[in-house]
């Protein structure tokens, strides 16, 4: 099981970034993903939780707005949409799999993709 995330980079508040996270060696279209996140110096943050088909997709905390996830089982790979971004959006973000075709839980974690907003 691999999960590579891309897309990260350095951001200006007020900008979008779209993440990517590429999944390969199982089936993709079998497992739940989640994306979260890690602030320095602060714990994991949930950010958004989508089912096998893509919907329902679940965001949690502050997350629902300016966050937009989504998935192509085609490409096997999930997204990361964050719109208006902010200083405190900068973080290592992550994807992560699931064990099940609901995300209950997480079984494997990609490296994470560093987003930084700054002006």
């Known amino acids: 099981v691999q999960l590579v995330e891309s897309g990260g980079g350095l951001a200006q508040p007020g900008g979008s970034m779209r993440l990517s996270c590429t999944a390969s060696?199982?089936?993709?279209?079998?497992?739940?993903m989640n994306w979260a996140r890690q602030a320095p110096g602060k714990g994991i943050e949930w950010i958004a939780s989508?089912?096998?088909?893509?919907?329902?997709?679940y965001y949690f905390g502050s997350a629902n707005g300016r966050f937009t996830a989504s998935r192509d089982n085609d490409k096997d790979t999930v997204y990361l949409e964050i719109n208006n971004l902010r200083p405190e959006d900068t973080a290592l973000y992550y994807c992560?799999?699931?064990?099940?075709?609901?995300?209950?839980?997480?079984?494997?974690w990609g490296q994470g993709t560093q987003v930084t907003v700054s002006s």
């Open positions: 060696g199982f089936s993709f279209t079998n497992y739940a």
């Open positions: 989508i089912y096998v088909g893509g919907n329902p997709t």
């Open positions: 992560a799999r699931a064990p099940y075709t609901v995300p209950v839980g997480v079984d494997y």
